[in-house]
C-alpha cells in the first residue's frame, strides 16, 4: 500500500505554494483595501515566510516553527489589525482565485483541504486581529490534512 501523500506533496511542494501565493499577493497589491493591510505591497521576505508557513501547515518541513517563531509569531501578525468580515472574505475568495492563476491541483479534495484552512486560518486571524481580543497565546503550528476526502485517485 502506498503511503497517502501530505497536501503540501500533492499540492507540488514548495515551488507550486510559492507560485500560488505569490499569484495571490500580486492579486492582494492590487486590491487597495487589502494592500492596507500590508503597507501598499507585499515584500518578497513576507511572501516566503507565509510561503513556508503554509507548507508546514500542509504537511511540508516544519521550517516555519524552526527558523520564524511558529505560531506565537504568525499571532503576532494579525494582532490590532482589526479584520472586517468583508475583507475576511476577500481574502480567501483571492486565495481561491489565485490557486486557479497558479494551476495547483483542481481536484475537489486537494481544493477542499486547502481552501479549508483558508477558511479556518483566516476567521482566527479576524478574531485575533481586533482590540483587545482573547487569544490563545501558545498553540502549535496546526498541521492540515485531507479532512473527510482522501487525495483524488483517477
Same mark, same amino acid.
Given at each position: 500500500?502506498?503511503?497517502?501523500p ?7 511542494? =514548495?515551488?507550486? #505554494?510559492?507560485?500560488? *501565493?505569490d499569484?495571490?499577493? &500580486? !492579486?492582494? $497589491? ?50 490590532g ?6 475583507? =475576511?472574505?476577500? #481574502?480567501?475568495?483571492? *486565495?481561491?482565485?489565485?490557486? &486557479? !492563476?497558479? $494551476?495547483?491541483?483542481?481536484?475537489p ?8 484552512y ?20 501558545h ?16
Amino acid at each position: 500500500m502506498t503511503e497517502t501523500p501530505t497536501v503540501h506533496d500533492w499540492g507540488g511542494g =514548495r515551488p507550486a #505554494f510559492r507560485r500560488w *501565493l505569490d499569484a495571490f499577493y &500580486d !492579486l492582494v $497589491e492590487d486590491d487597495p483595501e487589502l494592500a492596507r493591510l500590508f503597507g501598499g505591497t507585499v515584500s518578497a521576505e513576507h511572501r516566503d515566510h507565509v510561503t513556508t508557513w503554509w507548507c508546514e501547515v500542509m504537511g511540508g518541513p516544519a521550517d516555519y516553527t524552526a527558523h520564524h517563531g511558529g505560531y506565537e509569531h504568525m499571532l503576532a501578525h494579525h494582532r490590532g489589525l482589526a479584520i472586517t468580515p468583508e475583507l =475576511r472574505l476577500r #481574502f480567501v475568495t483571492l *486565495l481561491s482565485k489565485a490557486a &486557479d !492563476l497558479a $494551476e495547483l491541483p483542481a481536484d475537489p479534495e486537494f481544493r477542499a483541504a486547502l481552501m479549508g484552512y483558508a477558511e479556518w486560518g483566516t476567521r482566527l486571524a479576524q478574531q485575533n486581529s481586533q482590540p483587545g481580543a482573547a487569544v490563545v497565546e501558545h498553540a502549535p503550528v496546526p498541521c492540515w490534512g485531507w479532512g473527510v476526502a482522501p487525495p483524488y485517485q483517477p
